[in-house]
T-cell receptor, first 112, second 111 residues
Framework: DSGVTQTPKHLITATGQRVTLRCSPRSGDLSVYWYQQSLDQGLQFLIQYYNGEERAKGNILERFSAQQFPDLHSELNLSSLELGDSALYFC???????????FGQGTRLTVV | EDQVTQSPEALRLQEGESSSLNCSYTVSGLRGLFWYRQDPGKGPEFLFTLYSAGEEKEKERLKATLTKKESFLHITAPKPEDSATYLCAVQDSGGYQKVTFGIGTKLQVIP
């Protein structure tokens, strides 16, 4: 158990809908990362927050947004969902920005 | 743009047959190189961080090494439970310290 909690574990929704994925980082970790992993692709970095502030953006679509709250948990919002958004979404946390990250078990999103 | 290339894509070993996985990287400035292990349907599990060329780290049957252009993950006398996908990632030393992952090497160890 990495100490990073992601909910829900599975999510099935229809095209055009909006969903929210939640992540609770390890106790004491200030940095939260979001990644997308599709079957034919590796881990794609989406966005990083450090102590409530956005610090880095990767290949995140405009339909996606995220935030980190004062209690350090984070949410990833995905809207106007398309079939191609079906993937595993991972959250990871680390103490600082430049240390190893610990991953949650992921949320498997299926868009039908 | 930072790039990470892992080879081979898949590797099948007999139990006890040692081998190495390769991670070649291109980054403007290296903050750190990470190795992770990922089991199917699970989140990646952290293994090692390497920061500078010449550095080596070991954990049980695994040993990671780093040069200026690549890293190797050596697996000595592997067991079936070592079967997993091994991911390499680099973090650049720029302002945002972005992390870039490779596609991974899928390792299967046969009893």
């Amino acid at each position: 158990d990495s100490g990073v909690t992601q909910t829900p574990k599975h999510l099935i929704t229809a095209t055009g809908q909006r969903v929210t994925l939640r992540c609770s980082p390890r106790s004491g970790d200030l940095s939260v990362y979001w990644y997308q992993q599709s079957l034919d692709q590796g881990l794609q970095f989406l966005i990083q927050y450090y102590n409530g502030e956005e610090r880095a953006k990767g290949n995140i679509l405009e339909r996606f947004s995220a935030q980190q709250f004062p209690d350090l948990h984070s949410e990833l919002n995905l809207s106007s969902l398309e079939l191609g958004d079906s993937a595993l979404y991972f959250c990871a946390s680390s103490v600082y920005m430049s240390t190893e990250a610990f991953f949650g078990q992921g949320t498997r999103l299926t868009v039908v | 743009e930072d790039q990470v290339t892992q080879s081979p894509e898949a590797l099948r070993l007999q139990e006890g047959e040692s081998s190495s996985l390769n991670c070649s990287y291109t980054v403007s400035g290296l903050r750190g190189l990470f190795w992770y292990r990922q089991d199917p349907g699970k989140g990646p599990e952290f293994l090692f961080t390497l920061y500078s060329a010449g550095e080596e780290k070991e954990k049980e049957r695994l040993k990671a090494t780093l040069t200026k252009k690549e890293s190797f993950l050596h697996i000595t006398a592997p067991k079936p439970e070592d079967s997993a996908t091994y991911l390499c990632a680099v973090q650049d030393s720029g302002g945002y310290q972005k992390v870039t992952f490779g596609i991974g090497t899928k390792l299967q160890v046969i009893p």
